[in-house]
């Protein structure tokens, strides 16, 4: 019978990443952060909180759709806005009729979201920690007290792009729908004979409308030309790489979707350009899409790619920056074309 990846020793532990590393190509922080992430969504999603709690975002693309070849470290989720502010919202009503009614949303979200996270998530991770006897951290972070982080006792580690913490990262203005069912397991499964390792059946955002957060997050990038933060460059990688696969003629044809995000974003994400401008995320999802920033935006951009690509997240061989740039333009062509047409 297979033992537990984490029922053996540090140093069996550390045999187990290094003939993983071997059979595989991926750096051992890699691999082992890999175990984290899958043992995290399924205490997250063997709990009573599945049901209400959507994965999403490029971890999503790479563990459940497996479309992208790059590593995603962190955990994106939602929870049903119909749930957290239930008393200001019904089953037939998740978007607000109005700006003033978002803004009441949206200060009733921030007013419970941590407390929902202290409250009902922590105490599922923590008991799930202690049956499983793993000495591992959790600490609430984020501007807004809007994360959950699990600190674990790393036996390797990288540059430090990537940290030794699964950082669980809630958002509660959406429904997470459309949404389905799908399995997961780590990178490491099947490769080492005799070790099993955590899996996980989380439901998971459709890729469609991850792919049009992404899509309209790069187009604010644009507008704004200005990074938010680190790490932001993995947006512009996931899209090229939706781009090229078998999804992407369902997501240039079906409108649906698109518009669903244009119109939520514009109720509880309005951003401006650097003229001061709201940007018209609808006109972006109807054929004026951009999504290839310019000038020093740009070269931001390759800034943050260059130390994304220096810790080894990437799978196999990625595009040089150029080559990315010249993806995503030649995706936002076929997307405008589409929406035209």
Not at 265 to 285: C, M, R
């Amino acid at each position: 019978m297979a033992e537990s990846f984490f029922a053996l020793s540090r140093e069996d532990q550390r045999e187990v990443l290094e003939k993983a590393r071997t059979e595989t190509g991926r750096p051992t922080h890699l691999l082992e952060k890999d175990v984290w992430v899958v043992w995290t969504l399924g205490a997250l999603f063997d709990s009573h909180l599945a049901a209400d709690l959507t994965f999403k975002g490029g971890t999503s693309l790479s563990k459940a759709y497996k479309v992208i070849d790059r590593f995603s470290e962190d955990i994106d989720l939602t929870y049903d806005i119909r749930k957290l502010i239930n008393d200001l919202t019904s089953d037939d009503d998740a978007l607000p009729t109005s700006r003033s009614q978002a803004n009441k949303w949206t200060k009733a979200v921030r007013d419970r979201l941590p407390n929902w996270i202290a409250m009902e998530v922590r105490p599922v991770l923590e008991a799930a920690l202690a049956r499983d006897h793993l000495d591992a951290k959790l600490v609430i972070g984020g501007a807004e007290n809007d994360k959950l982080l699990l600190r674990y006792p790393a036996i390797k580690h990288g540059t430090g792009y990537v940290s030794p913490e699964v950082a669980m990262e809630f958002g509660s203005r959406a429904t997470g729908e459309p949404h389905q069912v799908m399995p997961v397991i780590c990178d490491m499964d099947g490769h080492v004979q005799g070790v099993s390792f955590p899996n996980a059946s989380p439901l998971v955002m459709n890729v469609a409308r991850t792919f049009w957060e992404k899509a309209t997050a790069a187009h604010v990038y644009c507008a704004q030309g200005r990074i938010r933060s680190e790490r932001y460059a993995r947006h512009w990688h996931d899209l090229a790489a939706i781009g090229r696969s078998p999804h992407f003629v369902g997501i240039a044809s079906d409108r649906a979707i698109a518009n669903a995000v244009a119109l939520h974003k514009s109720f509880f994400f309005a951003e401006k350009d650097t003229d001061g401008n709201v940007i018209n995320y609808a006109l972006a999802a109807a054929g004026q899409l951009k999504i290839v920033p310019e000038g020093e935006a740009r070269e931001a951009l390759a800034l943050d790619y260059a130390n994304m690509l220096a810790d080894a997240v990437m799978v196999g061989d990625a595009l040089p920056f150029d080559q990315l740039m010249q993806a995503c333009d030649d995706l936002e062509k076929q997307l405008n074309e589409a929406a035209a047409s």
